[in-house]
């Protein structure tokens, strides 16, 4: 069985500091592992994903993410927070051999405070 | 730039009554998906869909729901006999090919059941 695991529901940081947003997942198979991010009344978009290649991978809107297959995480990153990353960001997790489905946690979302 | 598209943004029945949600996948894609989130919860997986027949399928899923692709662009989910607790967020998804590839997600539609 897959899972995901974000800690955090709420993360609050100030303009042009560091964001850090924690995700651990668990998968009897090499993962495939995104990054999501949803704006308000709006859908999900992807912000980055692992495929088994570059273990550390950027993404759109300076975002980017390095997965530790020692630690079981994909914590996402960011150097310097932009008020307009203020969202609720997912993790997610395709794992399971034969499975097409994305298993979501939580969601964290991202206050950007100025 | 392509994306999917679901109609309508907003739905709202009465307890009891049949609905119908439509997508529009992104055109070469060959795999669809419904999700939901209902308020303040995670994105859970619904249903795949390929070669016009459902691939895969969570616990959600059951009798209720039913998905089609009636022609060469539309996918719908139908929920029978809608129940209160069926109110939230259906995503619609698409991907080109099974493996590490991105769901496109589209941006939701709002389900009330009153």
């Known amino acids: 069985a897959q899972s995901v695991t974000q800690l955090g529901s709420h993360v609050s940081v100030s303009e042009g500091a560091l964001v850090l947003l924690r995700c651990n997942y668990s998968?009897?198979?090499?993962?495939?592992l995104f990054w999501y991010v949803q704006y308000p009344n709006q859908g999900l978009q992807l912000l980055l994903k692992?495929?088994?290649?570059?273990?550390l991978v950027k993404g759109i809107n300076g975002f980017e993410a390095e997965f530790k297959k020692s630690e079981t995480s994909f914590h996402l990153t960011k150097p310097s927070a932009h008020m307009s990353d203020a969202a609720e960001y997912f993790c997610a997790v395709k794992g399971d051999t034969g499975r097409r489905a994305l298993t979501f946690g939580s969601g964290t979302r991202l206050q950007v405070q100025p | 730039e392509p994306e999917v598209t679901q109609t309508p943004s907003h739905q709202v029945t009465q307890m009891g009554q049949e609905v119908i949600l439509r997508c529009v996948p992104i055109s070469n894609h060959l795999y669809f998906y419904w999700y939901r989130q209902i308020l303040g919860q995670k994105v859970e997986f619904l249903v795949s869909f390929y070669n016009n027949e459902i691939s895969e399928k969570s616990e959600i899923f059951d009798d209720q729901f039913s998905v089609e692709r009636p022609d060469g662009s539309n996918f719908t989910l139908k929920i029978r006999s809608t129940k209160l607790e069926d109110s939230a967020m259906y995503f619609c998804?698409?991907?080109?090919?099974?493996?590490?590839?991105?769901?496109?997600f589209g941006p939701g539609t709002r389900l009330t059941v009153l």
């Open positions: 998804a698409s991907s080109e090919r099974q493996g590490g590839n991105e769901q496109f």
């Open positions: 692992y495929t088994s290649a570059a273990t």
């Open positions: 998968s009897s198979v090499p993962p495939y």
